[in-house]
């Protein structure tokens, strides 16, 4: 694919002749760090996922407290007693585990949701800034990019200001 977006540009150039290109560049994953929307999103999700986070360590720590009581009384407890509570740190480490990947999977998804959010945004004005200044060509992804052609600045000064 770069090699083909090479290539096209290379053929411009070429048909072009004495026709100057105004090519720009911007740097995504710099827009999803430091652009306004994108910070919002990620503030977002922390308040999102702060309640069941905190469940989550809740039950950590019910299974580490168990985990300590069967170390510290193993000698001292009957059989069935110690049956008992590995069965039920068995039980806490499943739910442990099961919550775990359910957050992460919903978080992954709501991450996703508000990125897809974010990068809308950017490519409307990204389009914006490239008709107002006059581009031919914007690309979002590089091997390099001169300092001279990236207007990943522009783009989150004016996700900022929306």
Known sequence: MKTLVALVLAGWVFAAGAVELKIGFVNTERVFREAAPAKRAQQKLER????????????????????????????????AARRDKERKLADISRDFQRRQRE???????RRNEELAAVQ????????????????????QEAVFASS????TEKVIKALSDK
């Open 48 to 79: 999102e996922f702060t309640a069941r986070n905190a469940e989550l360590a809740k039950v950590e720590k019910e299974g580490r407290d168990l985990q300590q009581e069967l170390e510290r009384e193993n000698v001292t407890m009957t059989e």
């Open 103 to 109: 957050i992460r999977e919903d978080l992954n998804l």
């Open 120 to 139: 809308e945004r950017a490519t409307r004005v990204i389009n914006q800034i490239a008709e107002q200044e006059h581009f031919d060509l914007v690309v």
């Open 148 to 151: 001279r052609i990236d207007i």
